[in-house]
């Protein structure tokens, strides 16, 4: 049987929410006359993830020892042959529109890769907000997509050479940019969705506080190479408690 497309959802202690964002990708999938295969990657979790991903219908369960979202990310590439890729954070949820979209623009022979616009399942601190309006805008004028959607054709994916698994944070950003150059020699495009977005947690917002984010994002602008180290990255990898 011919997998047309995949969608991959990383999960790292993820109990909580992948019921929820597995459900959302089920019916998404459901809407499309094509075959997809819905993968999830335990990557080294410490919960249930695994088994609440088992116990949901994942067609695939892959487990990724390392704790890096890259390396997940390709994990679950690696273990499917689809022709069209789609990432999904465990946090997030799509909808049919969105999922219908991300495949018409990769069948058409014009798109390469894409993202989605994003907002938040519920309020949140005043610089969460900021940061997801600003992601936003860039995504927007710039063609950049967030890691929690991300979709491209295999031979793109293959030809930027998946996921850096060199850093810990802004993985999509440098896939996005070495598909882009490949995909301007081929004449394609890459597009981000606007409409329907995706929606992804705001739980960060609650975990963490205001200077928190600050001092995130000042490590990440101000100290060379600081993604390529897990420790600066922590505000995408610590969990409270």
Not at 11 to 24: F, S, W
Not at 33 to 40: H, T
Not at 158 to 169: C, K, M, P, Q, W
Request: glycine fraction near 8%.
């Amino acid at each position: 049987m011919t997998i047309h497309y995949a969608i991959i959802i990383p999960a790292y202690n993820e109990e909580a929410l992948l019921a929820g964002t597995m459900a959302a990708a089920r019916r998404a999938m459901s809407s499309l006359p094509e075959i997809g295969k819905l993968v999830v990657v335990n990557n080294n979790s410490t919960d249930r993830t695994g088994e609440v991903a088992e116990e949901n219908g994942a067609d695939l369960v892959v487990f990724e020892p390392h704790n890096q979202i890259a390396r997940a990310r390709n994990a679950g590439a690696e273990k499917t042959d689809a022709f069209y890729l789609v990432f999904v954070d465990a946090d997030t949820q799509i909808e049919s529109g969105t999922l219908q979209t991300a495949l018409k623009h990769l069948e058409s022979g014009k798109i390469a890769a894409g993202g989605a616009r994003i907002v938040m399942d519920q309020a949140v601190i005043p610089i969460v907000g900021w940061i997801t309006d600003c992601w936003n805008r860039g995504a927007a004028a710039f063609n950049f997509a967030a890691g929690s959607f991300f979709y491209c054709r295999r031979d793109a994916f293959e030809a930027g050479g998946g996921f850096d698994e060199s850093v810990y944070a802004g993985e999509e950003v440098w896939l996005a940019r070495r598909i882009k150059k490949w995909a301007r020699k081929k004449g394609l495009g890459f597009r981000v969705i606007q409409n329907p977005p995706v929606m992804t947690s705001g739980r960060k917002s609650d975990w963490f506080s205001t200077w928190d984010f600050v001092r995130q994002l000042a490590i990440i602008f101000l100290i060379p190479g600081a993604t390529k180290s897990k420790k600066m990255c922590q505000l995408w990898y610590r969990r409270p408690g």
